[in-house]
């Protein structure tokens, strides 16, 4: 999500330009936490050793 996408900063609503720069820090603020914080994609588990029986056919037969 980009600082534009913010309602409030679509447009120059504010008067004093020093409450602009706080509305647009905050929103970058806000971005860059959201991006801190967001889950880490989900890895897989190495390969097992050669030799080790597969679980999943171990109840078959």
Do not use: Q
Not at 9 to 25: F, G, N, Q, V, W
Not at 27 to 39: E, K, S
């Amino acid at each position: 999500m980009s600082i534009t996408m913010r309602r409030r900063l679509a447009c120059d609503y504010e008067r004093d330009p020093a409450h602009s720069e706080t509305m647009i820090r905050w929103a970058v603020a806000d971005v860059t936490l959201r991006r801190l914080t967001r889950g880490r994609p989900a890895t897989r588990p190495g390969p097992k050793p050669y030799g080790e029986s597969p679980e999943l056919f171990s109840n078959a037969l």
